[in-house]
């Protein structure tokens, strides 16, 4: 199974942005990775997904077009770009796997990485 290591994450600012990096030990070409949040006292909850044809799923905010998912297959890397960040955005961000299809439902993916916290804040 690969071994995924999420990065990027950090404080800042509302309306702020911030782009995570989920760095896998292989080839995940052949995967959909999801990216998931975990606020405290709250349930896991699915960000957004994109499947082994780039096509990607937003679950946060869609219509708003904050949450910009994307791979590079060459550099074993899923990305995360977001942007106009608020205060209800802050939780630990992990990235994950599976080899069906992309959904929100966390009990579906694998290879959990130690997660990257997201602090937004004045």
């Known amino acids: 199974q690969l071994h995924l290591v999420e990065s990027g994450g950090g404080l800042v600012q509302p309306g702020g942005s911030l782009r995570l990096s989920c760095a896998a030990s292989g080839p995940l070409d052949i995967y959909a990775i999801g990216w998931f949040r975990q606020a405290p006292g709250k349930e896991r909850e699915g960000v957004a997904c994109?499947?082994?044809?780039?096509?990607?799923?937003n679950y946060v905010d869609p219509m708003k077009d904050r949450f910009a998912i994307s791979r590079n297959n060459a550099a074993n890397t899923v990305y995360l770009q977001m942007d106009n960040l608020q205060s209800q955005d802050t939780a630990i961000y992990y990235c994950?796997?599976?080899?069906?299809?992309?959904?929100?439902?966390?009990?579906?993916?694998?290879?959990w990485g130690q997660g990257t916290p997201v602090t937004v804040s004045s």
């Open positions: 994950a796997l599976t080899t069906r299809w992309c959904t929100d439902h966390w009990r579906d993916f694998a290879s």
């Open positions: 994109i499947n082994s044809a780039d096509i990607d799923i």
